[in-house]
C-alpha cells in the first residue's frame, strides 16, 4: 500500500495519539487464510483479521441505513429505551431532556451553529451502525426547536472512495461512525470528519460551500488516517484548524488547504485527578471534543464514569497543553459537543449511552455554564423546549 507524507494513527492506538502516515485506497483485497496449498487443502477458510476487507454482504432492507424520513428502526432500540433507569435524573445529576427530534434514532449527536445562521445537527444514524448504515444525515434548525430533515448528504453508494469497502468487526460491516459537521469560518465551508469501523478516519468538504454539499475528500490524494475513531476538528481565533480524534491523545494542526497535517502531532500531557478516579493516558476515552471559551482551551470526550457515559474536559491556556483540571463535565452527556448559540449561551449535545440517561440514541441538547474555576456544569435553569412535558417550569 503506497503511503503519502501525512501524520496519522497506523491502529486503533491513535486513541493515545500514536503517530503514523495517511494512506491512499487500496484495491479490495481476499480476506487472509491460512489454508494449506497441494492435495490436503482445506475448504474452509480462516476467519479475517479485524480489519481486513471482505466482500460485501448480501443487501439489507431498506430504510435500516438511515434516522430520517423512511427510517427502519430495530427492536434493540426499543429495548434499549425500555430498560433506562433514567436514575441520573432522579439523583439529580442530569435534567428530564426530551430528545430534539421524536423517534429518531441518532448516536454521537453534534450540533453547530452554521455560516448560514441555522444549526445543524448529525450523528452516527441508522439502526446498527455495527453492521452498516447509508452515509451522513443532516438537520436543519433556525431555533435549536424545530427540526427539518436536509437529507442524506453523502452516501456510500454515491460518493464513497475508499470509505466503499466492507470491513471485518466480527461480522463484514460498512458504516460511519460519529460523523462531524463543522463550518470553518476562514474557508467559508463546510467539512465532515468522519470516521469507520473498526477503525479509519477521513474528512469531507462540501463541493458548493453549502451544508448541503455535495461532499468530496479533502484529504491529498484521495487519502484517509488508517486507524482510530472519532474525528473532531476546531478552528482557533486567528482562522487555523486543528484536527484530534478518538480519545484526544493528540492534536494536529491542518495544512491550510485542509489537505493534510502541518508538522507532526503534539502529544497531549495532562494532570490526571487526585482521586485517582480516571488513569489512562488521554484525557477521555472516545469521542474527542475540543473548543475555546474566554481564551482558555477545553479538551475533552466520552467517557464510562462511575457507570455513565459522561462527557470529560480538561482545561490549558495553550492549545497542545498541558491540560489540567479534568474533570467530569455533563453526567451522561458522553459522545456530543459543545457549542455556543446566537444569543451566547452553551450547550452540550447528548445523545443517551447509559442506563442512567432518560432515553437511550435519540437527539438532544442540554445547556452548561461555567464556575468561576471555568469546569463545566449543567445549568439549573434549562429552557422549556428542552425539557419533558411534566418538568417545565418547575
Not at 322 to 333: F, I, L, N, R, S
Not at 350 to 367: H, L, S, Y
Amino acid at each position: 500500500m503506497k503511503t503519502i507524507p501525512m501524520l496519522i494513527v497506523a491502529s486503533l492506538a491513535w486513541a493515545t495519539g500514536v503517530p503514523g502516515q495517511t494512506t491512499q485506497p487500496s484495491a479490495a483485497s481476499a480476506p487472509a487464510s491460512n489454508t494449506p496449498t497441494g492435495a490436503a487443502q482445506s475448504s474452509v477458510a480462516a476467519t479475517p483479521r479485524e480489519g481486513d476487507i471482505v466482500p460485501a454482504p448480501p443487501p439489507r432492507q431498506k430504510g435500516l441505513g438511515i434516522s430520517g424520513p423512511g427510517a427502519v428502526h430495530g427492536a434493540q432500540w426499543f429495548r434499549y429505551n425500555q430498560q433506562v433507569t433514567g436514575s441520573a435524573v432522579t439523583n439529580g445529576l442530569f435534567p428530564p431532556l426530551k430528545p430534539l427530534i421524536p423517534d429518531t434514532q441518532v448516536r454521537d449527536t453534534i450540533v453547530i451553529l452554521g455560516g448560514d445562521g441555522n444549526y445543524y445537527l448529525t450523528g452516527s444514524t441508522g439502526a446498527d451502525i455495527w453492521d452498516h448504515n447509508d452515509g451522513v444525515e443532516i438537520w436543519r434548525s433556525p431555533d435549536l426547536k424545530k427540526w427539518d430533515y436536509v437529507g442524506l448528504v453523502w452516501s456510500f453508494e454515491k460518493d464513497a472512495t475508499w470509505e466503499k469497502d466492507w470491513r471485518w468487526h466480527r461480522k463484514p460491516v460498512r458504516a460511519l461512525w460519529a460523523p462531524e459537521l463543522h463550518y470553518i469560518k476562514s474557508r467559508k465551508n463546510y467539512y465532515i470528519a468522519h470516521s469507520m469501523p473498526p477503525g479509519n478516519r477521513g474528512i469531507l468538504k462540501s463541493a458548493t460551500g453549502k451544508p448541503e454539499g455535495p461532499y468530496v475528500n479533502a484529504l491529498a490524494h484521495d487519502g484517509y488516517f488508517p486507524g482510530g475513531i472519532d474525528g473532531t476538528l476546531f478552528e482557533d481565533d486567528d482562522g487555523r484548524a486543528y484536527y484530534t480524534s478518538g480519545g484526544a491523545g493528540t492534536i494536529a494542526l491542518m495544512k491550510e488547504d485542509m489537505s493534510e497535517f502541518e508538522g507532526e502531532p503534539h502529544r497531549i500531557e495532562y494532570e490526571k485527578p487526585a482521586d485517582g478516579s480516571w488513569t489512562r493516558n488521554s484525557v477521555a476515552q472516545e469521542g474527542a471534543s475540543l473548543f475555546k471559551r474566554s481564551g482558555k482551551y477545553y479538551l475533552g470526550g466520552a467517557a464510562f464514569y462511575k457507570g455513565r457515559y459522561s462527557s470529560v474536559c480538561a482545561i490549558s491556556d495553550n492549545i497542545y497543553g498541558p491540560y489540567k483540571q479534568w474533570h467530569e463535565a455533563v453526567p451522561c452527556g458522553g459522545g456530543g459537543n459543545y457549542f455556543q448559540d446566537k444569543e451566547g449561551r452553551w450547550w452540550c449535545a447528548v445523545f443517551g449511552n447509559d442506563n442512567q440517561a432518560p432515553f437511550r440514541e435519540k437527539p438532544a441538547i442540554v445547556k452548561i455554564e461555567f464556575d468561576k474555576d471555568g469546569k463545566i456544569f449543567i445549568s439549573k435553569d434549562q429552557p422549556d423546549f428542552v425539557l419533558q412535558g411534566d418538568a417545565r417550569n418547575h
